[in-house]
């Protein structure tokens, strides 16, 4: 499966964006898709999760909600209230089944990142 990310940009403090992340050439309903973003220097983290439930980082609650859309098979990031510490590479993951895992390793499809960049 090869997974293609994309809406990231430029954006101001306060502000919203909106990823999605869709398959190419297949759906991918029942998959367990999730969102990271690696920040310059940093570990690539887990933000948000979409299985038969949600889950998110602390961080992001509250602001950013995943959602997907069976029909277009995409899965999207609303962000809102963005903040200067959410400019980071955001990456769309996926794994056939199971539980909604929070590391990386848990994910066998990544899409290629989208950068996201807020400015204060």
């Known amino acids: 499966v090869q997974l293609q990310a994309s809406g990231g940009g430029l954006v101001q403090t306060g502000g919203s964006l909106r990823l999605s992340c869709a398959p190419s050439?297949?759906?991918?309903?029942?998959?367990?898709v999730a969102w990271f973003r690696q920040a310059l220097g940093k570990e690539r983290e887990f933000v948000a999760g979409?299985?038969?439930?949600?889950r998110y980082t602390d961080s992001v609650k509250g602001r950013f909600t995943i959602s997907r859309d069976n029909a277009k098979s995409t899965v999207y990031l609303q962000m809102n209230s963005v903040k200067p510490e959410d400019t980071a590479v955001y990456y769309c993951?996926?794994?056939?089944?199971?539980?909604?895992?929070?590391?990386?390793?848990?994910?066998?499809?990544w899409g290629q990142g989208t950068l996201v960049t807020v400015s204060s």
């Open positions: 979409i299985g038969g439930y949600t």
């Open positions: 050439g297949q759906t991918f309903s029942t998959y367990i």
């Open positions: 993951a996926a794994r056939r089944s199971g539980a909604l895992h929070i590391t990386t390793g848990a994910y066998d499809y």
